[in-house]
């Protein structure tokens, strides 16, 4: 089995920044198809950022030159690096992974197999 655990949320301006964490556990084979997504009252579930098993990645347009998604190994770690924060990234972020070879989308929201338990960041205007 695999657990997703992560962390890094918290509250900021404005223009500021912040990094989640995702730590996989129970899980040494090949690399998963993780993504990272979010919640936020009366909206759908949004896919941020997704990166496949061979390292490519894709974001959703709202985020793309604020936000970095990436892997870490040897820490079996994968990371959302967040930058230029705006009042409507306001929501719970989930990591989430998946198994097997599909094709890179980050459209994919409901479908993986594997959850964290979420993180809220919160960014006042």
């Known amino acids: 089995a695999v657990q997703l655990v992560e962390s890094g949320g918290g509250s900021v301006q404005a223009g500021g920044s912040l990094t989640l964490s995702c730590v996989v556990n129970g899980y040494s084979s090949e690399p998963l198809y993780m993504g990272w997504l979010r919640r936020s009252p009366g909206k759908e579930s949004e896919g941020v950022a997704a990166t496949d098993h061979r390292g490519r990645v894709d974001y959703v347009e709202s985020v793309q030159g604020r936000f970095t998604i990436s892997k870490d190994n040897a820490k079996n770690t994968l990371y959302l690096h967040m930058t230029r924060l705006k009042p409507e990234d306001t929501a719970t972020y989930y990591c989430?992974?998946?198994?097997?070879?599909?094709?890179?989308?980050?459209?994919?929201?409901?479908?993986?197999?594997?959850w964290g338990q979420g993180t809220q960041v919160t960014v006042s205007s």
């Open positions: 989430a992974a998946d198994h097997g070879s599909r094709a890179l989308w980050v459209g994919y929201v409901a479908d993986y197999a594997y």
